[in-house]
């Protein structure tokens, strides 16, 4: 079981990136992939799932609006596009997957990649 995440880097306040989520070794298309972030002396927090029971997202409060997640099946690959990015999204975005449904908590995903990193200036 692999996740590799890619498309991190540093941007400007108010621009966007997509970063990648490409899962191998698993049967993709019945896990739910979810975001997850943890910047310099926080906790982890939940960003974004895609599940596998009818497709359902899920977003925490502090992307809403910004935040799209989307899979594509064909791939083995789940995007997380970032929009209008902020200094508080500066972090170590990480993808993880567990059974077929979204969970805010980190501790119940088996599988986590290495992380990208995004950093935002002001």
């Known amino acids: 079981v692999q996740l590799v995440e890619s498309g991190g880097g540093l941007v400007q306040a108010g621009e966007s990136l997509r970063l990648s989520c490409a899962a191998s070794?698993?049967?993709?298309?019945?896990?739910?992939i979810g975001w997850f972030r943890q910047a310099p002396g926080k906790e982890r927090e939940g960003v974004s799932c895609?599940?596998?029971?009818?497709?359902?997202?899920y977003y925490g409060d502090s992307v809403k609006g910004r935040f799209t997640i989307s899979s594509d099946n064909a791939k083995n690959t789940v995007y997380l596009h970032l929009n209008n990015l902020k200094p508080e999204d500066t972090a170590t975005y990480y993808c993880?997957?567990?059974?077929?449904?979204?969970?805010?908590?980190?501790?119940?995903?088996?599988?986590w990649g290495q992380g990208t990193q995004v950093t935002v200036s002001s």
């Open positions: 993880a997957a567990r059974w077929r449904y979204c969970s805010g908590y980190s501790g119940t995903y088996n599988n």
């Open positions: 895609v599940g596998r029971s009818g497709g359902a997202t």
């Open positions: 070794g698993f049967a993709f298309a019945n896990y739910a």
